[in-house]
């Protein structure tokens, strides 16, 4: 049942995880570099779902910084603050 509920969770388009990914390749290492980029289903899938845990956990820091200022509302600024150390801790 529990399976059921994850299943319905908001993801992203495995396409557009693939142009993501062939899109960082390609500014590392050149259109050669892209057009290497060949992931399974079940890696699109799992990329997906990480790319949705990173924007879950990037909202969830942003809204902990707005509320420790006080606000209601969260800003780019609150976001900006919990980046550094959400991208460190994903590194």
Do not use: W, Y
């Not at 529990?2 to 693939?18: C, G, K």
């Amino acid at each position: 049942m529990a399976d059921d509920a994850q299943d319905e969770e908001p993801t992203f388009d495995e396409a557009l995880v693939m142009e993501l990914l062939s899109r960082a390749a390609a500014e590392g290492g050149g259109q050669r570099a892209a057009a290497n980029v060949k992931l399974t289903a079940g890696a699109a899938k799992t990329c997906a779902e990480l790319l949705r845990l990173f924007v879950l956990e990037a909202r969830d820091r942003a809204e902990a910084e707005a509320r420790s200022e006080g606000d209601e509302t969260i800003r780019p600024e609150h976001l900006e603050a919990a980046l550094a150390e959400l991208l460190a801790d994903f590194s």
